[in-house]
């Protein structure tokens, strides 16, 4: 059944994604971006059938009016980035813990449905055996990661104190079309493809031997919106990822073999912000929700590939 949503970050790279699947499903989609980290031409050719309104998350007035008459809200927007939340933690909290907080009021209080929150596998840190699963303790080493956890946190007590029906996923790692390497805070997916593409070394930081859960973005699409129709019990905090996990080193590999091109590497000093290893185990949601990850990292990156050579965003050596 068609009905009238919300999507907090709608021009970003997730949260465009999820615009274009839900208008595909003939929902009637409303957007609050402040286009701080996202743009309106990840919105080009479906602009007349979105309701786009300019507005920060850190505006309870601006959430409000956003909410209003919406039966469901995808809450995706958020400042992201590890490392720009150890430079400014002060502005990565106010975004993502106090923004959600303002989600959840304007949602309870507007008479909305469930609100999807978009949370982040960098809760889990690096303590607990692999894959993480979700009983595992949190154990955040980012600010980035404990204003997710916290925000989750806020969703989980609405959920019990106002029967306002939350459902929290953690991302792990998502790729894929609409994202930009651009900033200097780019996910390591296009910024690999940018510097692959020019000639140029991928930066990799320490060995490379550490692992993501590179997951798709039409998967976590998938999952986001299994979570709004989900009819069972809430408060639930599930994972959406691919389920596997490859090297960073591995990853350089399969992006040159993606572009057709030799990779070359530079190292730099590992971080200590980082999460050394990040694998989900995918098997609540898939029994929850019946969430099936179904893009290789293989076909997910020919498929970022040809998403980048549509937009101009890839050398012209490359092809």
Do not use: W
Not at 266 to 285: C, G, I, K, Q
């Amino acid at each position: 059944m068609a009905a009238r949503v919300l999507v907090t970050g709608g021009a970003g790279f997730i949260g465009s994604n999820l615009v274009l699947r839900l208008l595909e499903r003939g929902h009637r989609v409303r957007v609050l971006d402040n286009f701080a980290t996202g743009s309106r031409a990840n919105l080009a050719g479906v602009e007349p059938d979105v309701e786009i309104l300019e507005g920060d998350l850190r505006s309870l007035d601006q959430v409000q009016a956003a909410v209003r008459g919406v039966e469901v809200v995808f809450h995706v927007g958020a400042l992201p980035s590890v490392p720009r939340s150890v430079r400014n933690p002060l502005t990565t909290n106010s975004v993502n813990l106090d923004g959600t907080l303002n989600v959840l009021l304007a949602a309870r209080d507007g008479g909305v449905g469930r609100v999807v929150f978009a949370s982040s596998s960098s809760v889990y840190g690096n303590h607990g055996p692999l894959p993480r699963v979700e009983s595992l303790r949190p154990d955040p080493i980012s600010p980035y990661a404990v204003s997710k956890l916290a925000a989750e946190s806020y969703c989980v007590s609405f959920a019990r104190a106002y029967a306002l029906e939350t459902v929290c996923l953690r991302y792990f790692n998502v790729y894929g079309p609409n994202q930009s390497a651009e900033s200097e805070y780019a996910a390591v997916v296009p910024r690999f493809m940018a510097a692959a593409s020019e000639g140029r070394p991928v930066t990799i930081f320490g060995d490379g031997s550490q692992t993501r859960d590179f997951t798709y973005v039409a998967d976590v699409v998938d999952a986001t919106i299994l979570a709004a129709e989900h009819r069972g019990e809430t408060p639930i905090v599930l994972n959406a990822a691919a389920g596997r996990s490859i090297s960073v080193a591995a990853l350089a590999d399969a992006v040159g073999v993606a572009l057709g091109v030799t990779v070359e590497r530079e190292h730099l000093p590992a971080r200590t912000d980082e999460v050394r290893h990040s694998h989900a185990d995918v098997s609540l949601a898939e029994r929850l929700l019946g969430f099936s990850p179904r893009v290789s990292i293989e076909r997910g990156l020919e498929l970022a590939v040809e998403a980048l050579a549509a937009r101009g965003a890839l050398a012209a050596r490359v092809g």
